[in-house]
């Protein structure tokens, strides 16, 4: 069997590549902050790896970077990759119990990244619009969900799919615990 690297805390990565997409683009500290709507000094904490982003934080600085998600993870790539359940680098919403793990970023020329998703039923996860174009793919594994555009969600029962702009404001919504979906969103 092949040996893995120790895997870095997800607050280093997240650090390490904020830092650098920054850079980059030629932005300020001040810019990208003002373009994320967060403080100037929350954008300082996450860079230097202090501070621990909530997934709606890291969404709007990737919007104001103009990058995908999976950017600020960026796992090592090896010729056979394994995540068990419970594995892989986790990042937890600020209002609702929602987490996303990045389980596959697109390849270099592709803007398409999987995901594994658990959620528990109680506080919806409202998704502001992503990127211009972008599209999710929702296949749920387990449990039941209001899935979808925010004015017209769909219910979903396990082995269901979803397709649906994710460019305007969207949902995500647990009726049962143990709720476990994959997604992939298509940047475009």
């Known amino acids: 069997m092949?040996?893995?690297e120790p895997a870095q805390p997800p607050q280093v990565v997240i650090a390490?590549?904020?830092r650098r997409r920054r850079v980059d683009a030629g932005l300020s500290l001040s810019v990208?902050?003002?373009?994320a709507g967060i403080a100037k000094s929350?954008?300082?904490?996450?860079e230097s790896g202090t501070g621990n982003p909530s997934l709606e934080t890291l969404w709007a600085l990737?919007?104001?970077l103009d990058i995908p998600f999976s950017q600020l993870l960026e796992p090592q790539r090896a010729s056979v990759q394994v995540i068990r359940v419970g594995e892989g680098p986790v990042v937890v919403?600020?209002?609702s119990d929602y987490r996303v793990t990045l389980l596959a970023p697109g390849p270099p020329n592709a803007r398409r990244d999987l995901y594994r998703i658990a959620t528990e039923p109680g506080h919806p996860r409202r998704s502001d619009p992503h990127s211009?174009?972008?599209v999710e793919h929702v296949l749920l594994a387990?449990?039941?969900a209001l899935v979808g555009p925010l004015d017209d969600p769909v219910e979903l029962h396990a082995g269901d799919y979803i397709c649906y702009p994710a460019d305007i404001p969207h949902v995500f919504e647990a009726r049962e615990p143990g709720t476990t979906a994959a997604l992939v969103i298509e940047s475009r």
Do not use: I, K
């Open 16 to 18: 390490a590549a904020l």
């Open 32 to 35: 990208v902050a003002q373009r």
């Open 2 to 4: 092949g040996r893995q």
């Open 142 to 144: 387990t449990g039941h």
């Open 62 to 64: 990737c919007v104001a």
């Open 132 to 134: 211009e174009g972008t």
């Open 42 to 46: 929350t954008l300082s904490q996450l």
């Open 93 to 95: 919403a600020e209002q």
